[in-house]
């Protein structure tokens, strides 16, 4: 809801640090989102390693989407 203010006042910070406790807490969808945002710089500072990590950890909670997003930023980042 931060993230798109569907109801709120838009708030990308905010939303990032909704997104991570879901992440912690073992919900893909959560890190795929702050992954998106770390890749992107939204509402974040760009880090492509931490986005790299992040989908990783989705893809190995099982979004499969994420798995491809590792791929990508695996040869953005230089960890192939």
Known sequence: MHYDGAGLTRDRRTAA???????DRGQARGCAKLGHQYRWAIGVGIDWIRSYRLFKRACDLGDKNSCAQVLDLAKLAGLR
């Open 17 to 23: 640090g909704y997104f991570e406790r879901a992440c």
